[in-house]
């Protein structure tokens, strides 16, 4: 039998809400990097016909621009889309335990709330902001896409 070569592909794609406001810090050379972790859930119909309700959790990390953009948007219950790819990564603990982690290093937010903005010609009062239409980030100078082939890239689009 002929070798099998599978493409290797590494693309998520996840909505939900954040559980806590995002942890927003900078590397030891000023780059630019946030953590949070959403809620996604899943409804489903149980054997007697039921609706439950599935809870995953998950953790995402942002870099650069993306993650400033994180930082001034986003707040515990923010509505999120995330489209990443799935990294994982090991430390050891303060206790002196090995511990890891999985999680979505992303490469495009979606923000899915509405942003209040200020209205034009007003002072700043709670009454002078509107609700503006959802926004979406899209910072691929972040990615590692610049790096891929054009073979490589046509399997992940």
């Known amino acids: 039998m002929a070798d099998l070569k599978m493409p290797e592909i590494n693309y998520v794609i996840v909505a939900g809400n954040l559980t806590k406001d995002p942890v927003f810090r900078q590397t030891t050379n000023s780059t630019p990097v946030v953590n949070f972790s ?3 859930n899943r409804k489903y119909k149980d054997s007697s016909n039921q609706w439950q309700e599935d809870v995953c959790y998950v953790g995402i990390v942002a870099w650069n621009k993306l993650a400033e953009s994180c930082r001034d948007r986003l707040k515990k219950g ?6 990443g790819e799935l990294q994982s990564r090991s430390w050891k603990s303060d206790d002196g335990h090995n ?6 290093k992303a490469r495009r937010i979606q923000f899915l709330n509405k942003r209040e903005r200020m209205a034009e010609g007003t002072n700043g009062t ?3 902001y509107v609700v503006a239409e959802e926004e979406s980030v899209d910072y691929t ?3 590692f896409d610049k790096f891929l082939s054009n073979e490589e890239s046509d399997l992940i689009k």
Do not use: G
């Not at 923010?78 to 489209?83: F, G, I, P």
């Not at 511990?99 to 979505?104: F, H, N």
């Open 78 to 83: 923010s509505a999120v889309l995330v489209d």
């Open 38 to 40: 959403i809620a996604s």
């Open 126 to 128: 709670a009454a002078d």
């Open 99 to 104: 511990r890891s982690i999985v999680e979505i």
């Open 141 to 143: 100078e972040d990615s």
